[in-house]
């Protein structure tokens, strides 16, 4: 598996967020983003999902450009912004919902997940009942419990307790073999803990982190 990004621009209006940006991401890795808000992690996440279309450039994963044409990448599963949940829903209910949509995965692989990211025990409380940090967990649940080969997390961290963060760090390093998988997050901590290759983003700009 492999993500090749090449001389890729993003500019709203005026704006110049991604400035000719040359990139690889390959399997067996874990990527780090790290910056500052609006440096343009969040963006480039949403290239790579084809959220977004570039202004110049292209991005292609196994060779093909699905900015082209408009689609989702199939084996590609991604935690953006605020996690968004029906609210009356339970938290197993919600990614019972999710899985329907492929039908890859029973209630065994769910309720496996939900043990994973240490949600087991509030897989019934409504959605709306949640903290943040079972918000954010349930976030993660619904990125990796079909195993896709590309996984990505946008600042999924925020307000997770401890304990669960560790497992969770714990697991996508077990399970990195043959997936590619970017973590952005302004807890360099966790990024440093987590992450195989780290890059920085400044001014539309994107360096590899050397220390």
Same mark, same amino acid.
């Given at each position: 598996?492999?993500?090749?990004?090449?001389?890729?621009?993003?500019?709203?209006?005026?704006?110049?967020?991604?400035?000719?940006?040359?990139?690889?991401?390959? #399997?067996?890795?874990?990527?780090?983003?790290?910056?500052?808000?609006?440096?343009?992690?969040?963006?480039?996440?949403?290239?790579?999902?084809?959220?977004?279309?570039?202004? /110049?450039?292209?991005?292609?994963?196994? /060779?093909?450009?699905?900015?082209?044409?408009?689609?989702?990448?199939?084996?590609?599963?991604?935690?953006?912004?605020?996690? #968004?949940?029906?609210?009356?829903?339970?938290?197993?209910?919600?990614?019972?919902?999710?899985?329907?949509?492929?039908?890859?995965?029973?209630?065994?692989?769910?309720?496996?997940?939900?043990?994973?990211? /240490?949600?087991?025990?509030?897989?019934?409380?409504?959605?709306?009942?949640?903290?943040?940090?079972?918000?954010?967990?349930?976030?993660?649940?619904?990125?990796?419990?079909?195993?896709?080969?590309?996984?990505?997390?946008?600042?999924?961290?925020?307000?997770?307790?401890?304990? #669960?963060?560790?497992?969770?760090?714990?697991?996508?390093?077990?399970?990195?073999?043959?997936?590619?998988?970017?973590?952005?997050?302004?807890?360099?901590?966790?990024?440093?803990?987590?992450?195989?290759?780290?890059?920085?983003?400044?001014?539309?700009?994107?360096?590899?982190?050397?220390?």
């Amino acid at each position: 598996m492999e993500i090749l990004i090449r001389n890729l621009s993003k500019k709203f209006k005026d704006n110049l967020v991604l400035d000719n940006v040359n990139l690889k991401f390959e #399997s067996g890795n874990i990527y780090g983003f790290v910056g500052e808000n609006g440096s343009g992690k969040s963006v480039l996440l949403k290239l790579i999902c084809s959220f977004y279309i570039p202004s /110049n450039g292209e991005i292609l994963i196994d /060779n093909i450009n699905y900015c082209d044409n408009s689609s989702f990448p199939n084996n590609l599963r991604a935690f953006i912004d605020i996690p #968004s949940f029906y609210p009356e829903k339970t938290g197993f209910e919600n990614l019972k919902i999710l899985a329907k949509i492929q039908n890859k995965i029973n209630d065994e692989k769910i309720i496996e997940t939900l043990k994973i990211v /240490n949600l087991y025990e509030e897989k019934d409380k409504k959605f709306y009942e949640y903290s943040m940090g079972m918000k954010q967990k349930l976030g993660i649940a619904s990125v990796i419990m079909e195993d896709p080969k590309i996984m990505i997390f946008d600042e999924p961290f925020n307000g997770v307790d401890q304990k #669960s963060k560790e497992k969770i760090i714990d697991y996508l390093k077990k399970i990195k073999n043959k997936k590619i998988i970017i973590v952005s997050s302004h807890i360099k901590e966790d990024i440093n803990k987590l992450c195989d290759k780290i890059y920085c983003f400044e001014k539309g700009t994107i360096k590899l982190n050397e220390n």
